[in-house]
């Protein structure tokens, strides 16, 4: 029986893409294509994730790529124009299992340095009772490593905890572990998977 919701954060509360800061930044698509690609691609940006900082990880992209100072810079400094929409329909879903004291959590693959502007973008991050932060932890999804940190914080067995996330990867690593587990790859199928759960 499910006790608890665990709910990924980027792209399944609110969107966040590093292309919506390039977009505006940078009007040459194949200026653009290259930073998202090479410059400041997301392989060097799980290290933030992971509990590197800013600071120390651009160091290096620094030196190898100088002509691109501003970019690399605005990784940090603008890393809030990243972020889009909340999602309405989880959004929605989170107040509903807060109005039936629904234990709320989530875990998320977030640089600590950034995660209280983000979470500073809607009130239902303080609904949840725990959010456990891979930049703070330092060890990223799908790292089991981080599953057992969760589960030491929640003080529930896998199979009571119900976790949706956006990337198959970290679904299929926690279904392993015995949570309950729904892939987000589409709004509107939450909750009638939260349904089927039987928690709504």
Do not use: C
Request: charged share 25%; net charge negative.
């Amino acid at each position: 029986m499910v006790k608890a919701v665990l709910f990924d954060v980027g792209n399944v509360i609110i969107t966040w893409h590093a292309a919506n800061l390039y977009n505006a930044m940078i009007a040459d698509p194949v200026r653009r294509a290259f930073v998202l690609e090479t410059v400041v691609p997301m392989s060097w940006h799980a290290a933030h994730d992971a509990g590197v900082t800013f600071a120390e990880n651009r160091k290096e992209r620094l030196l190898t790529y100088p002509s691109y100072k501003a970019e690399i810079l605005a990784f940090d400094e603008r890393f809030e124009e990243m972020l889009g929409e909340l999602v309405a329909e989880t959004v929605a879903i989170i107040e509903e299992l807060h109005k039936n004291s629904v234990p709320l959590y989530a875990l998320t693959n977030m640089p600590a340095e950034k995660s209280a502007m983000v979470f500073s973008k809607s009130p239902v991050f303080g609904y949840f009772r725990d959010i456990i932060v891979s930049g703070v932890e330092k060890v990223i999804k799908p790292d089991p490593a981080i599953y057992d940190i969760t589960l030491r914080r929640l003080g529930l067995p896998p199979e009571e905890i119900f976790f949706t996330d956006d990337n198959a990867a970290n679904i299929d690593v926690a279904k392993s572990i015995g949570f309950v587990t729904h892939l987000f790859d589409d709004p509107k199928t939450l909750r009638p998977a939260l349904a089927a759960a039987g928690v709504l």
